[in-house]
């Protein structure tokens, strides 16, 4: 599945750095500098040196974690966030990042989810929240999955989204609602016709979830069309191969 939104990058780095206070400690402003000119070493070891003498600096905090993630030091980027959070729970950024990071580790996915529904009541209207949690519930194959995608179809910009009702054909298909699931392709193919991707998807549909053998064989090969040589479809267009040779 098509990912809408990745980490935090170094302009939310400069974000979360800031507001320590109109005198911020100068070793967090060092790795904030740091963070900024892709330093993202340099910046864990400013920001490690500055924790350690302002331990309770919540915002200092998030910025530890979110370079310490892009450094791979992904134990270290859950305590900082973690700590963040019980500093004070009704911060949306530090449950947020607490939640998006959870959430980025196949054995924290569900912990995370529930942290990023809590940053999605502190702030109702955060668009990157609800495009998270929806991602997160279709990787875990969440039965609220639907819900959380309908909710984010109705923000400004998603309400003909190819990519949603992709992900809404698959959350309805995992759950054996084969005709929501009819409906949601169907509208991922019109709002993206082009999209390999989303053909395939909805010819699988047809193929192992309908009587429909004719339409999947055509989408199939209007898939074959689309993909054309292109290396990120190579192997799902042999695979489609072998399965209209054995039909």
Same mark, same amino acid.
């Given at each position: 599945?098509?990912?809408?939104?990745?980490?935090?990058?170094?302009?939310? #780095? &400069?974000?979360?750095? *800031?507001?320590?206070?109109?005198?911020? $400690?100068? %070793?967090?402003? /060092? =790795? +904030?500098? @740091?963070?900024?000119?892709?330093?993202?070493?340099?910046?864990?070891?400013?920001?490690?040196?500055?924790?350690?003498?302002?331990?309770?600096?919540?915002?200092?905090?998030? #910025? &530890?974690?979110?370079? *310490?993630?892009?450094?791979?030091?992904? $134990?270290? %980027?859950?305590? /900082? =966030? +973690?700590? @963040?959070?019980?500093?004070?729970?009704?911060?949306?950024?530090?449950?947020?990042?607490?939640?998006?990071?959870?959430?980025?580790?196949?054995?924290?996915?569900?912990?995370? #989810?529930?942290?990023?529904?809590?940053?999605?009541?502190?702030?109702?209207?955060?668009?990157?929240?609800?495009?998270?949690? @929806?991602?997160?519930?279709?990787?875990?194959?969440?039965?609220?999955?639907?819900?959380?995608?309908?909710?984010?179809?109705?923000?400004?910009?998603?309400?003909?989204?190819?990519?949603?009702?992709?992900?809404?054909?698959?959350?309805?298909?995992?759950?054996?609602?084969?005709?929501?699931?009819?409906? @949601?392709?169907?509208?991922?193919?019109?709002?993206?016709?082009?999209?390999?991707?989303?053909?395939?998807?909805?010819?699988?549909?047809?193929?192992?979830?309908?009587?429909?053998?004719?339409?999947?064989?055509?989408?199939?090969?209007?898939?074959?069309?689309?993909?054309?040589?292109?290396?990120?479809?190579?192997?799902?267009?042999?695979?489609?191969?072998?399965?209209?040779?054995?039909?």
């Amino acid at each position: 599945m098509t990912k809408r939104f990745s980490a935090l990058g170094i302009g939310a #780095l &400069l974000l979360i750095g *800031a507001g320590c206070g109109n005198n911020p $400690d100068k %070793a967090y402003e /060092a =790795a +904030r500098n @740091a963070a900024a000119k892709g330093d993202c070493r340099e910046a864990f070891r400013l920001a490690e040196k500055a924790e350690k003498t302002d331990p309770k600096n919540r915002k200092g905090l998030l #910025l &530890l974690a979110v370079v *310490a993630e892009k450094c791979g030091e992904h $134990d270290r %980027a859950l305590d /900082a =966030a +973690r700590r @963040a959070v019980q500093l004070d729970e009704r911060d949306f950024t530090a449950q947020y990042t607490l939640g998006r990071i959870c959430a980025a580790r196949t054995d924290r996915r569900a912990e995370g #989810l529930k942290i990023l529904q809590r940053a999605h009541e502190l702030n109702p209207g955060d668009v990157r929240t609800m495009v998270l949690i @929806a991602d997160t519930a279709l990787a875990m194959n969440h039965p609220r999955t639907p819900r959380f995608l309908l909710e984010l179809q109705k923000c400004k910009g998603y309400e003909k989204s190819a990519e949603l009702y992709n992900d809404l054909g698959i959350a309805y298909m995992r759950l054996g609602q084969y005709a929501e699931a009819r409906s @949601a392709f169907t509208s991922a193919q019109e709002f993206g016709a082009g999209n390999p991707r989303i053909t395939l998807n909805i010819a699988r549909f047809f193929d192992y979830h309908t009587t429909h053998a004719y339409f999947a064989e055509t989408l199939y090969r209007k898939f074959l069309r689309q993909a054309g040589n292109r290396r990120e479809f190579r192997a799902e267009a042999d695979a489609v191969r072998r399965r209209l040779q054995e039909r």
